[in-house]
């Protein structure tokens, strides 16, 4: 679903452009359709593209370009000052922050956290095996990789087997070496995910109740969720990291926005809290097994406003959850447009977000390089904090639930026959910004531009 459409066609027929376009986005939907239908034991072979607490800006960050962005108060990113910036100097300083704020995450959570081949963060001696085959896991095993856990995640028919690094091991190369032992299977690391939005994480606020919902209800993966006047919407919460659920300011924020979005009588929010209180939480096992919670109760809309590296167990736990049925949104993350490639909104078949200000322009701190599908506001609004306040919100994290509800309304139940027709609904309601047509800035266009706390 991230095939974008372009009107950059070179055509000066208007009639004949609108054709043309139209072709393509039904081409984009004939093919996503395949690929879910497509089964789980010839993913790899489709080829497809090789989010944890808030981080605070580093305040020891490159003097050039970067210190003049953050405020000395906060340490938050000063937005007037950002937006004053070119698009190089853009690039250039939210890039570096990117680096230093995942150097700073690293050294001070090392008991915890090292990076991987590809220099992401990841829990600390682990490595992750999908598709592994017994002579394999022989092979690892007399080389002295240990077998920490040989598991399946309920919902998603999907196998994994954690191995435990050797001793005085780096991540970085005995992920190398036991994927050469197992060269059938893909060994990953277990990266960790980070929120795409402003704001402290974890709280000692009281956690919201369950709440009974109904079937249909939407789902968000994310931090958990404190008790809010805001949030009117039935909410049942599980945890899947240590300590938790705990409530947070992120996973607080993006409920209030589902609750005042979704209005009464709604079904109800499942949220799932994959951070916890553990350091190395927001980690690619604690996505999958949510998403196989998801699953298990049938919902057909799940929002995940976090941003991290490709992962092989991730890949296949969307793939999987998409077989379900199961709708994924996604925040393309606030790391500016020389950011890589964010996940899981880069993933097939994953709809893309960004955010607007009430000006109705895309965040300057917004990435591109992550196919947008769609627009929702991403500035001037607010939502629930846990200290029982409604603070400002701004980041792509805030616009992914936006959307999301929008998506429900199209599609309340889980059904890959319905998919097509859902997003194209999704897609007719959007309204059309910056070029005409899609671009690569506001995908499809602005929707639920009036949503939000305000």
């Known amino acids: 679903m991230n095939a974008k459409k372009s009107n950059s066609l070179g055509i000066a027929n208007p009639e004949l452009a609108e054709k043309k376009a139209d072709m393509k986005t039904k081409t984009k939907w004939a093919a996503a359709l395949l690929y879910l239908l497509v089964p789980v034991a010839v993913w790899p072979q489709l080829s497809l593209p090789n989010v944890g607490p808030v981080l605070p800006l580093p305040r020891d960050a490159r003097p050039d370009l970067a210190e003049p962005l953050i405020d000395p108060v906060s340490g938050m990113l000063d937005i007037q000052k950002l937006e004053r910036l070119s698009p190089s ?9 990117r680096i230093d704020r995942l150097k700073q995450f690293v050294r001070r959570n090392r008991d915890y956290v090292e990076r991987d081949r590809s220099g992401e963060a990841a829990v600390r001696g682990v490595l992750i095996a999908t598709g592994i085959s017994e002579a394999s896991l022989e092979r690892a095993q007399l080389e002295g990789f240990r077998i920490l856990e040989r598991s399946e995640i309920e919902g998603l028919d999907l196998s994994y087997v ?7 091991k780096s991540l970085k190369s005995e992920q190398k070496r036991l994927q050469k032992l197992a060269d059938e299977a893909e060994i990953s690391a277990d990266n960790i995910y980070f929120t795409s939005g402003s704001g402290p994480q974890a709280t000692n606020a009281a956690l919201l109740a369950n709440s009974n919902v109904a079937p249909g209800a939407m789902g968000l993966i994310d931090g958990g969720v404190a008790r809010h006047s805001a949030i009117n919407v039935p909410v049942e919460q599980r945890g899947f990291a240590k300590g938790a659920p705990k409530a947070s300011s992120h996973g607080t924020a993006i409920a209030s926005l589902i609750s005042a979005s979704l209005g009464s009588g709604a079904r109800g929010l499942l949220a799932a809290d994959i951070y916890g209180s553990d350091p190395a939480g927001g980690n690619a096992t604690a996505i999958a ?10 919902v057909p809309v799940v929002a995940i406003s976090l941003v991290g590296p490709d992962n092989g167990l991730l890949a296949r736990a969307i793939k999987a959850a998409q077989q379900k049925g199961i709708l994924i949104v996604a925040a393309v993350g606030n790391d500016g447009p020389a950011a890589p490639p964010r996940y899981p909104a880069a993933y097939k078949g994953v709809l893309g977000v960004t955010g607007v200000d009430q000006h109705e322009r895309a965040l300057p701190e917004a990435g591109t390089a992550t196919p947008v599908d769609f627009a929702a506001p991403g500035a001037d609004i607010k939502g629930a904090s846990p200290n029982g306040r409604l603070v400002a919100l701004r980041g792509t994290s805030f616009a992914a639930p936006l959307v ?4 429900l309304s199209h599609y309340p139940a889980a059904n890959i026959s319905r998919i097509e027709p859902a997003v194209n609904g999704l897609i007719r309601e959007a309204k059309d910004l910056g070029k005409k047509g899609a671009d690569k800035f506001y995908g499809n266009g602005l929707v639920c531009g009036k949503c939000g706390l305000r």
Do not use: S, Y
């Open 289 to 298: 097994r949510a998403l196989g919670w998801m699953a298990q109760r049938n």
């Open 162 to 168: 954690k191995f435990g690094t050797r001793p005085d």
């Open 404 to 407: 999301a509800v929008r998506l």
């Open 89 to 97: 100097e853009l690039g250039t300083a939210l890039k570096r922050l």
